[in-house]
C-alpha cells in the first residue's frame, strides 16, 4: 500500500471523525438514558442543525466541555483508518474493516465516557460487517462467509457466557458478533488471536487503572480491547 493511499485514508477518517463527533457527544449519556442534544453546562441546543460539533470539544455558548476533548474524535479515526489501509486489504473485505473501524473507534470513544456501547451503534456494525463481507463472497474474494458466521455466533455465545458468570457488559456481547465475523473470514487462527488480543490489551488497561488509584472507583471499559485487538490481528493478516 502506499504512502499516498493510507495519507488520504488518514484524511478521509479525519472527516469521518468529524462526522462522528456528535453521534458520540449524543450517546455519551449513563444508562438508562438514551441520548442528549443540549450542553450539559447551560442548556444550549448544540444537535438541531446538521453540522458537526466544533472540533475544539467546547460549547460554542459556554465554552464547556463537550464529549472528546479537542480533536480526538478525529484524530483516532484518521489513525484507524491510515492503519487499516497500510494493512494493504482492497475490495469488499477492505470497507468491512473500515466499517468496523468507523463504528468502533465511535463506540470505543463512548464506553470510555460512560461505560456503555449503545445499540444505535452496535447493530449496525454488525449488520454493515455482514453484509460487506456476503458482497465479499460474491465478488470472489478470498476467505469464508461460513467461517466468519460461525465464528460470529461462536465469540458472540463465549461472551454471553462471560457475561453471566463474570460480568461482562451486554454491550461487549452485541458487539461481539462484527468482531467474530471480520476475524473469522480470515482463519480461526485470527479468531482466536483477535479475541486474545482484546483480553490481554484489557489485561494490560486494568494493570494500568490500578496503577493510577483509580482501579477500585472506576469500571473498566472493555469494549476499545475488543476494537483494538480484533482490527491489530485483521489488517496483519490482510
Known amino acids: 500500500m502506499s504512502a499516498l493511499s493510507v495519507a ?5 477518517g479525519v472527516l469521518v471523525g ?14 438508562p438514558a438514551s441520548s442528549r442534544s443540549r450542553c450539559p453546562h ?23 466541555r463537550l464529549g472528546p476533548a479537542a480533536l480526538s474524535a478525529e484524530m483516532s479515526m484518521g489513525a484507524a483508518f491510515a492503519a487499516v489501509a497500510a494493512g494493504g486489504a ?20 463512548i464506553d470510555l465516557a460512560v461505560q456503555r456501547l449503545p445499540d444505535v451503534l452496535t447493530v449496525p456494525a454488525c449488520a454493515g460487517t455482514l453484509v460487506l463481507l456476503t458482497a465479499a463472497t460474491v465478488a470472489g ?15 458472540t455465545a463465549s461472551f454471553l457466557l462471560l457475561s453471566l458468570v463474570a460480568g461482562m457488559g451486554l454491550g461487549d ?12 473470514w480470515t482463519s480461526w487462527k485470527s479468531v482466536l488471536w483477535g479475541t486474545v488480543a482484546g483480553f490481554l490489551l484489557g489485561l494490560v488497561g486494568a494493570v494500568l487503572l490500578l496503577a493510577s488509584g483509580r482501579g477500585r472507583r472506576s469500571q473498566l471499559a472493555f469494549g476499545p480491547f475488543m476494537v483494538i485487538g ?4 485483521t489488517v496483519a493478516v490482510s
Open 8 to 12: 488520504l485514508s488518514a484524511v478521509l
Open 18 to 31: 468529524a462526522a462522528a463527533r456528535p453521534v458520540v457527544f449524543a450517546r455519551s449519556v449513563p444508562s
Open 42 to 64: 447551560c442548556g444550549h441546543t448544540l444537535l438541531d442543525r446538521p453540522r458537526p460539533l466544533p472540533v475544539s470539544g467546547r460549547c460554542p455558548k459556554c465554552a464547556g
Open 90 to 109: 482492497t475490495g469488499w473485505f477492505a470497507a468491512a474493516q473500515y466499517w468496523l473501524a468507523a463504528c468502533g473507534v465511535a463506540l470505543a470513544m
Open 141 to 155: 474474494e478470498p476467505g469464508s462467509l461460513g467461517r466468519a458466521a460461525a465464528a460470529a455466533a461462536v465469540v
Open 173 to 184: 456481547v452485541k458487539l461481539a458478533p462484527a468482531i467474530g465475523a471480520l476475524l473469522g
Open 230 to 233: 480484533a482490527l491489530a490481528v
